[in-house]
């Protein structure tokens, strides 16, 4: 549960995790101009009965309500997982994971350059290659 009050209201959020398997949040803010979210809790882990559509939603969820690092960087991540929920949704699987991939490789290349932990990284490319399995499994 949190509060955010950008609004100048203060608004009470709360969600249900499904699992305690998640990365510690880091303090990755890399925009002096724009402030990152904070008082923010992980999403739970994807279950594997989620179908690939709701684990793309899930994985997006998290990197928008719990990641906390440059608005800008925040929406590219955001923008390229609806990409690939759109693909999914038209049955274009082969573009599906190639978004997801472009995803991976946006996330690998923070994870060198620090700006996200190696624990969120990880966390969320585990997450992003698990539903690319689920796809091509189907």
Excluded at 51 to 61: F, G, N, S, T, Y
Aim: with cysteine; charged share 30%; aromatic share 8%.
């Amino acid at each position: 549960m949190w509060s955010d009050s950008r609004n100048g209201n203060p608004d009470i959020y709360m969600f249900t995790l499904a699992s305690a398997e998640v990365p510690p949040l880091d303090d990755n803010c890399t925009d002096e101009d724009e402030e990152c979210e904070n008082g923010t809790q992980p999403l739970g882990n994807c279950s594997s009965e989620l179908k690939p559509l709701d684990r793309i939603q899930a994985l997006k969820e998290y990197v928008e309500i719990t990641y906390r690092c440059n608005v800008k960087t925040k929406t590219g991540l955001a923008d390229l997982l609806d990409t690939s929920k759109c693909y999914y949704e038209k049955g274009e699987n082969k573009e599906t994971v190639s978004m997801l991939n472009s995803f991976i490789h946006f996330i690998e290349k923070m994870k060198l350059c620090e700006q996200v932990s190696a624990d969120e990284a990880d966390y969320m490319v585990r997450k992003a290659n698990e539903i690319i399995d689920q796809i091509e499994v189907n």
